[in-house]
């Protein structure tokens, strides 16, 4: 039994410190991780289990012990303490539906609501008991030629959290949870294999793609048949793709070229160029207005030496980020001062 | 008197020293020259005899006007010896004998002259005293003659008083007798249909009769030929309106309108108004020749019919005006303008609806001829109506039409283009018979090339029709310069080159990425073409352009560089997609063989799986494809036999450190494998980079595809400790048969040394297989 490790890293943005607690996650290596929206001490893995000589990759939703919730300060600095190992809260349901890709948390919600994507099956759990049971509440699945499989998932934070993204092979789907219904189908989104999904955080249609023809694509879900925008950046194919929570224009790519990009996308954010300049401050404000809103790559980070495979922001500050390659580095950036000034003055 | 002249030369000389005679005699001669000549009244004797001489006044040449025999002596004597006055005085002696004799010889000879000479001058004598007589006569008997003529003419001088006084008479009596019956004569013509000598006889009448209308009887006249003018002009009216007769016909009647006296701005209406029926008349002809339903005639019949129908009429109709209505002035010449304005605006828009028609045709030549007659006939229209600005709008059509032409041409262009990709595609799918390849891609691309380059050459022979010399309208400023530089160069030759590049463009952003819409081979075949185009077709084709329409304008036109820039870079986006689409169907080849296989429950690897032989297959055949087109490129230089390089890569002893766990928490092992991959990628490998133009390049980008798909797939997985050998058996396998293919062969090794780590990595019992059983399992195939 492979006993895999789940890393909390403490960031300390004044002092410039690092803080890592290690706990054990022993049931198995760990493919896809989601933490609860609203409690910090939980979270959901899918990790794969061996067994009779098979892989077969389960979900299941865990809690952290109390003292190393995030921002629970304390620093057991010897590395030689015991690792301290996480508390099963429940599987999310027999593995019969098959090997689960993906869990992603209700995102508004009160972290009772969870979707798992195994195979072609779309589940949606609800937690009981504070978490220590799930029930399928719905599920629905995706039929066609050939053995098809979600590869991820995400939940829209808008429309009453009502709305999730699946993507499977080269397609992009929208759910409607409440009917367990699809609600559009984005077919052959990206030439080759879709890698991740995100939703702007601030305008309700806008969902970003990435894939292996080494794009990110930017949709306006009401109109399918072309992308919004599309970005080329990367030289291989692109694993992660992430809105920043607060500031939508800048989005973050991570791929197996091992570069992670920083991009500008200001003609399709909802912070329309100079929208936020102080009305008093009008001679700066037509100074801008007169340039015209040009999309750009911000910065390219090559710290990686690998291919990088999760790209994320702070939730906490809007201009800190993370990525992390397979080398296990993790690389923590910041957004460009200037720009950083730019985009708040 | 020539006698007497040679008498007195011998009569001088004796009077002079012994020499002198001697030396006399050509002074003699000389001077009988002289006599004969004053005597024919050549007065110049003197003058012409002076300059004759070399030195007319020295005294002691023998021959000169001023011999002085003194000085001449003096100066023998003095100068020269004995000897030489012998001799001079028997030279002198034997000249002086010479002379007597040749003056003897000329007498005799002339003597014969002089004597008829004589006679003649005698009898010129006699006869004019005869004359003289008979003179005398003739002045008598003219006297004579003068009287009686003068007796005569005073004897009929009263008489001929008389005649001319009757003639004056009789004249003014004809007159009358005219105007009295010039009312029967005017109703006779006008009975006859002599309109003309009627109006001519009213002409003549008209002033005499306004002169003298206060007599009575001259009133009468008068008034009846008002009612019979009248008639007059009722007649012609009736006749002018029933038009039936032609153009000219009509002239004549408004001209005796005119000569009648008829209100000419009515009359100028009128004819206006006939002359508009008429030329309706044909465009309605010509109207139905262009309608829908029987088939239309050629558009040469058309347009010369127009020309010989409608134009011809337009000229006629306005030649007649301006000679009938000069008097009008501006005023009348506006209207006749405003007239031909209106008709030639309908006969325009009949000729453009059929030049319309003329669109789909391919036929150049006749439509250039057809448009060259049409606007040669509105030539003459143009030079006499200025101001109707017909030629100007004939020029127009012409230039419409040639611009739509071009477009035309362009579209021909296009679709030729797309069709020879159509034809390319069906050669490249039909069935390849067994044992026998199909036209090869070079076949292919050659004669893609040459008919791209047939079509273009034909166009712009057919286009060039437009200027030529013997074309009417070949010299207008349009067709001698924007027709050249923006509608040949620019629209037709730069816009297909353009429009080239981006249908092969289209074929990057084709939607079916994965690979099915585009055969790979002919993006290979696009790019070279593009690439050759770069090389040298497009400064071909231009050159070609710029020598048959002689660039005359000014304007900006597009340089050869910029398009040659796009052309390569056409070639190079084709070339890219090209690698990527090979190295996409090859990557999911390794993908789908790696994601379906169960690496857990494997059995001892045995053999290379063979899905890696057909990787290496494919490759091959990719090799040779790109062979065909493109050269070889440059390898970076290696030993040569890389194929045997053994696995000690994987056997050293950071390998150690790679397949430990790397669970455990202990840091040393995570160190030395972050070393181990930083030295790996002290390089980093751009593996969807852009290919430059040669075989081992694209080689090289497809591999690098291929081996990046597997290493991420790898890294997906969980391996066995057979599944980890199995890897390793195949990584040895495609590094022994693909690092050929590369420019830098050891970017194989790395990449493949990544696959083998990786799934060590991925591999809970990590056991290696041993390096030779490897190659033995390797090289058994």
């Not at chain 1, 080759?192 to 949709?219: E, H, I, M, T």
């Not at chain 2, 005017?186 to 003298?212: D, I, N, P």
Request: proline fraction near 5%; charged fraction near 25%.
């Amino acid at each position: 039994m492979v006993i895999a490790h789940i890393h909390v890293i403490d960031f300390d943005d004044e002092n410039n410190i690092i803080n890592k607690n290690v706990l054990l996650h022993q049931a198995g290596e760990i493919w896809h991780i989601s933490a609860s929206p609203a409690d910090k001490g939980v979270l959901a893995t899918c990790y794969n289990k061996t067994a009779d000589g098979k892989v077969v990759t389960c979900a299941a939703v865990w809690r952290m012990p109390a003292e190393l919730e995030p921002g629970g300060h304390e620093s057991p600095e010897d590395a030689a303490s015991p690792a301290h190992a996480l508390e099963l809260l429940c599987h999310l349901g027999p593995a019969a539906h098959g090997s689960t890709a993906c869990v992603a948390w209700e995102p508004a919600g009160d972290g009772k609501r969870v979707i798992s994507l195994a195979d072609n099956h779309i589940l949606l759990w609800d937690l009981q008991e504070s978490s220590s049971q799930a029930v399928l509440a719905s599920s629905a699945s995706l039929e066609g030629k050939g053995q098809l499989k979600f590869t991820t998932g995400r939940w829209s934070p808008h429309h009453n959290c009502t709305q999730v993204a699946t993507a499977n092979d080269t397609a992009v789907r929208g759910w409607d949870t409440r009917t367990m219904s699809q609600i559009y189908c984005i077919e052959s989104a990206h030439g080759q294999l879709v890698r991740d999904l995100d939703f702007n955080p601030n305008k309700q249609y806008y969902l970003a793609s990435c894939g292996d023809d080494c794009r990110v694509k930017f949709w306006d879900t009401r109109n399918v048949t072309e992308p919004v925008k599309t970005l080329e950046e990367h030289s291989h194919w692109v694993w992660g793709v992430r809105y920043n929570h607060s500031h939508d224009q800048l989005v973050l790519t991570g791929s197996s070229d091992s570069r992670v990009i920083l991009s500008n996308m200001v003609s399709i954010s909802s912070e329309p160029f100079g929208h936020l300049v102080d009305d008093d401050d009008l001679s700066e404000q037509e100074e801008r207005s007169q340039e015209p809103p040009q999309d750009s790559v911000i910065a390219t980070y090559e710290e990686h030496e690998d291919s990088v495979y999760a790209v994320d922001w702070s939730s906490a500050d809007p201009w800190l980020f993370a990525s992390l390659s397979y080398d296990g580095r993790l690389v923590i950036n910041r957004v460009p001062r200037a720009l950083k000034y730019h985009i708040l003055l | 008197m020539a006698a007497a002249a040679a008498g007195r030369g011998p009569g001088c000389g004796p009077g002079d020293s012994p020499e002198g005679p001697e030396a006399e005699a050509p002074e003699r001669r000389r001077k009988a020259h002289g006599m004969l000549k004053l005597y024919y009244g050549l007065s110049e004797v003197e003058a012409a005899g002076r300059p004759a001489g070399p030195d007319p006044l020295d005294p002691t040449d023998l021959n000169g006007a001023h011999f002085d025999p003194e000085v001449y002596l003096d100066k023998l004597r003095r100068e020269c010896p004995l000897a030489q006055l012998m001799d001079s005085e028997t030279d002198m002696v034997r000249q002086i004998r010479a002379l007597d004799s040749d003056m003897q010889t000329l007498v005799y000879e002339n003597y014969n002259k002089f004597i008829s000479a004589t006679d003649t001058i005698r009898k010129m004598k006699n006869d004019f005293r005869k004359m003289e007589d008979e003179m005398d006569r003739l002045a008598t008997n003219m006297a004579v003659i003068t009287d009686f003529s003068a007796r005569i003419s005073a004897t009929l001088q009263d008489r001929h008083e008389r005649i001319t006084k009757l003639a004056g008479v009789h004249a003014l009596l004809r007159k009358l007798q005219f105007l009295f019956e010039l009312p029967s004569r005017l109703t006779k013509c006008v009975e006859l249909g002599a309109y003309g000598q009627a109006v001519r006889y009213q002409g003549r009448a008209r002033a005499v009769l306004q002169q003298y209308q206060h007599l009575p009887s001259f009133r009468a006249i008068q008034d009846d030929c008002q009612v019979i003018t009248a008639r007059l002009a009722q007649q012609l009216r009736q006749r002018f309106r029933e038009g039936g007769s032609g153009a000219p016909e009509q002239a004549e009647c408004v001209e005796l309108l005119l000569a009648l006296g008829e209100p000419a701005e009515e009359l100028c209406e009128e004819f206006l108004a006939h002359g508009r029926a008429r030329l309706e008349e044909e465009l309605r002809s010509l109207e139905a020749e262009l309608g829908p339903s029987p088939p239309a005639p050629d558009v040469l019949e058309f347009t010369d019919r127009g020309g010989s129908g409608f134009v011809g009429g337009l000229c006629q109709v306005a030649a007649a005006y301006q000679e009938l209505f000069a008097a009008q002035g501006p005023a009348g010449a506006e209207k006749l303008a405003a007239f031909a304005r209106e008709l030639g605006s309908r006969y325009f828009a009949l000729v453009e609806r059929r030049l319309a028609q003329e669109q789909g045709g391919s036929d150049n030549s006749l439509l250039v001829r057809a448009l060259d007659r049409f606007h040669r006939r509105l030539r003459a229209p143009g030079a006499l109506l200025a101001a109707a600005g017909l030629a100007e709008a004939a020029t127009e059509i012409v230039e419409r039409v040639a611009r739509e032409r071009l477009g035309q041409h362009l579209q021909g262009l296009q679709s030729a283009f797309l069709g020879c990709l159509t034809d390319v595609r069906q050669a490249l799918a039909a069935p390849r018979v067994a044992g026998k390849e199909g036209p090869g891609l070079a076949e292919l691309l050659a004669n893609v090339a040459s008919s791209t380059l047939g079509h273009i050459k034909a166009s712009l022979a057919s286009v060039h029709l437009f200027t030529a010399k013997e074309v009417s309208f070949s010299n207008k400023p349009y067709f001698r310069g924007e027709f050249c530089s923006q509608g040949v160069r620019e629209s037709l030759i730069v816009g297909f080159i353009r429009s080239m590049c981006q249908t092969a463009q289209n074929f990057c952003e084709s939607p079916g990425e994965k690979g099915g819409a585009t055969p790979p081979a002919l993006l290979l075949l696009l790019s070279r073409l593009c690439l050759d185009y770069e090389t040298a077709t497009i400064s071909y084709i231009l050159t070609l352009t710029d020598e048959q329409f002689l660039v005359q304008d000014q304007s900006p036109v597009t340089p050869v560089s910029t398009l040659c820039a796009e052309a390569r870079e056409t070639a190079r986006r084709l070339l890219t997609h090209y690698v990527k689409l090979q190295g996409l169907v090859i990557s999911q080849m390794l993908r789908k063989s790696v994601e379906t296989r169960d690496w857990l429950g494997t059995l001892e690897p045995r053999n290379v799986r063979a899905v890696m032989k057909r990787v290496v297959e494919d490759t091959t055949a990719i090799d040779v494809q790109v062979g065909l087109l493109y050269e070889e490129g440059v390898r970076k230089a290696q030993s040569s036999d890389s194929s045997k390089r053994t696995f000690s890569v994987y056997s050293s002893s950071r390998q150690q450190g790679r397949y430990a766990p790397s669970y455990t928490p202990s840091a040393p092992m995570d160190t030395n494998l972050l070393s181990n991959i930083q030295k790996l990628f002290s390089e980093r490998i751009d593996v969807f980079s852009p290919v430059e133009f040669n075989k081992v390049s694209v080689l090289t980008g497809i591999i690098k595809i291929s081996l990046k798909t597997l290493l991420e797939c790898v890294r997906l997985r969980t391996f066995g400790r057979f599944g980890l050998q199995q890897v390793q058996v195949d990584c040895h396998f495609l590094q022994l048969y693909l690092w050929r293919f590369v420019a830098d062969e050891e970017l194989v090794h790395l990449l493949l040394d990544e696959v083998v780590a990786s799934a060590a990595l991925r591999c809970p019992d990590p056991v290696p297989m041993e390096p030779s059983v490897v190659e033995v399992i390797c090289e058994r195939g």
